[in-house]
């Protein structure tokens, strides 16, 4: 009897709670019915829910991403669908660089001697080398418009700026206003030009104009040796040129690792026609007339501001970096302040009005090199995709150290994360011993297999905790393989957590398992 009492109560209690679960279900759903319902009234009183103002990777990015979660857009592109990227950067650099890389392979008679191939006298077009980069690069932003509109993005061929009220966007060509709950500007950057250089894209240009290859120059000055310069300089060599950089502070190359700085010199530097000024400014640029006239570059020393040297030279290259392209945003009718340009964010990619003031514009985002966290293509994508998460309700923070850039040199470099000397200040400051380990490309079977053993992987890691810090890779391949570090920290993997991971043999992920292994005592075979 009490058997059969104790069955009647837990199934009444059962009853009960199914009944407890249907009624919360269905007022999760009804809950989750009223707030779409109160944000689709909201939305309605709106043009669109987000309107983005340029299109390049971080616009189109967050366009789509857009779209996937339901937002009602339009992006305003400035007849310049890509941006830099596709079509005065990424894109069409790399296609030189695929060309250059090949045409310096096959010029190189003993290294193809080492694979038993001896070839002929090596010739290129040079009309048709610069075809491939313009073509590559007219695909890639025709697929990235069909994809905008496949997507149901409406794409407005014109410039737009905000104006003294929220949520309104003027499309510039026609005067026309939209309104949106939130904007996102995502204008980019263009290239900076210092003072007393003048480039008139013909004989003194920019990356803009150098992507055009519109004559091969006997002997070209590159100003500035950062990634720009120095693809432009692999570039420029291989199809036979002389090079100078010019260089302002006391070493070529000054961003990159130093230990990775050193061997890039190494291999990229001093085997090849180029030779360098440092801790000079070319103070006065004047353009020339290809096969007529030199172009002259006064340089001065960049302490004392005392002229030094002037050259003449069949072409000048400026790759001194680049500056937010914010002017004709409305962003002073808005009320914005900008930092040399830069439109100031927090985390979450919000437009706050000044620097010092952290309260951020309501429903206005800005993204990618305007806000000048991190000037590269992949970033802007990250920003794009984030503040749209942030837009539809889940909280998102770029994590701009686990973000990895590369120079797509022949070997290439790339990195993520910490250099050593940042590694040994944080390390100081914090109280922990850093650890580095290295591996090598001469001991690695693929890399050896392509008779491209120069290069080395370096890892650095905190001690005590494992915590990988930063990975610089110098070598073939370094831009693909970097990927691995890049997740690997995003993830939270410690370096014993990777030195414990598969590898696939034979590949060049080996020279990163020998690294990682190295960091915990283990050895690689």
Same mark, same amino acid.
């Given at each position: 009897m009490h058997s059969a009492r104790a069955t009647s109560l837990l199934i009444f209690s059962s009853c009960i709670l199914n009944t407890f679960s249907y009624l919360s279900f269905h007022s999760q759903v009804r809950s989750r019915q009223f707030r779409s319902f109160l944000l689709q009234a909201e939305a309605s009183t709106f043009d669109y829910d987000l309107i983005i103002v340029g299109c390049g990777v971080g616009g189109h990015g967050a366009a789509l991403h857009a779209r996937a979660n339901g937002l009602k857009t339009a992006v305003l592109t400035g007849n310049d669908v890509g941006g830099t990227c596709v079509n005065r950067g990424c894109v069409p650099s790399k296609?030189?660089?695929?060309?250059?890389?090949? $045409?310096?392979?096959?010029?190189d008679s003993h290294h193809l001697k080492s694979f038993g191939i001896t070839l002929g006298d090596v010739t290129?077009?040079?009309?048709?080398?610069?075809?491939? @980069?313009?073509?590559?690069? +007219?695909?890639?932003?025709?697929?990235?418009e069909s994809s905008l509109k496949s997507q149901g993005v409406d794409v407005i061929e014109s410039k737009g700026s905000v104006t003294d009220k929220l949520h309104e966007v003027k499309v510039v060509s026609t005067g026309k206003i939209?309104?949106?709950? +939130?904007?996102?500007?995502?204008?980019?950057?263009?290239?900076?030009?210092?003072?007393g250089i003048q480039a008139d894209e013909k004989t003194v240009f920019t990356s803009d104009g150098g992507l055009k290859l519109e004559f091969v120059p006997q002997y070209v000055a590159i100003i500035g040796s950062g990634y720009i310069g120095l693809e432009f300089s692999d570039v420029y060599t291989a199809l036979g040129s002389e090079v100078t950089f010019i260089e302002?502070?006391?070493?070529?190359?000054?961003?990159?690792? =130093?230990? $990775?700085?050193?061997?890039?010199?190494?291999?990229?530097?001093?085997?090849?026609?180029?030779?360098?000024?440092?801790?000079?400014?070319?103070?006065?640029?004047?353009?020339?007339?290809?096969?007529? &006239? =030199?172009v002259t570059i006064k340089m001065i020393d960049a302490k004392t501001k !005392?002229?030094?040297?002037?050259?003449?030279?069949?072409?000048?290259?400026? @790759?001194?970096?680049?500056v937010p392209n914010t002017l004709g945003l409305g962003l !002073?009718?808005?009320?914005?302040?900008?930092?040399?340009?830069? $439109?100031?964010?927090?985390?979450?990619?919000?437009?706050?009005? &000044? &620097?010092?003031d952290p309260a951020a514009v309501q429903g206005l985002y800005c993204i990618g090199d305007a806000n000048g966290k991190y000037m590269l293509a992949h970033a802007a994508s990250a920003q794009g995709i984030s503040a749209v998460e942030n837009i539809v309700g889940r909280p998102h923070v770029v994590n701009h150290n686990h973000i990895p850039a590369a120079c797509f040199t022949h070997p290439e470099i790339a990195f993520v994360g910490l250099s050593e000397e940042q590694v040994k200040a944080k390390a100081a400051q914090e109280g922990f011993q850093y650890g580095k380990s290295i591996g090598h490309f001469r001991a690695n079977s693929k890399a050896l297999a392509e008779n491209e053993g120069d290069g080395i992987a370096k890892v650095l890691y905190n001690k005590d905790t494992d915590e990988l810090l930063g990975v610089h890779i110098i070598g073939?391949?370094?831009?693909?393989?970097?990927?691995?570090?890049? +997740?690997?920290?995003?993830?939270?993997?410690?370096?014993?957590?990777?030195?414990?991971?598969?590898h696939t043999h034979p590949t060049l992920s080996e020279v990163l398992d020998a690294a990682? &292994?190295?960091?915990?005592?283990?050895?690689?075979?």
């Open positions: 296609a030189l660089l695929a060309a250059a890389g090949r $045409i310096r392979e096959m010029k290129f077009d040079r009309s048709a080398v610069a075809n491939h @980069a313009s073509q590559l690069a +007219n695909r890639v932003k025709v697929n990235l939209l309104t949106a709950k +939130n904007i996102i500007l995502a204008p980019g950057s263009i290239p900076f030009v210092p003072r302002a502070v006391d070493t070529l190359m000054p961003t990159f690792d =130093p230990e $990775i700085r050193r061997l890039a010199d190494r291999l990229l530097i001093k085997p090849r026609a180029i030779d360098s000024r440092v801790g000079v400014f070319a103070s006065e640029v004047t353009p020339g007339i290809p096969g007529v &006239k =030199p !005392e002229h030094v040297e002037t050259l003449e030279v069949d072409a000048c290259l400026v @790759a001194t970096g680049r !002073e009718a808005a009320g914005i302040e900008t930092d040399r340009g830069f $439109i100031q964010v927090n985390d979450k990619m919000q437009v706050v009005r &000044k &620097k010092d073939i391949h370094a831009a693909d393989l970097i990927q691995e570090c890049a +997740n690997a920290m995003a993830a939270g993997s410690t370096v014993r957590q990777l030195a414990m991971m598969t990682f &292994k190295g960091a915990v005592g283990m050895s690689a075979h």
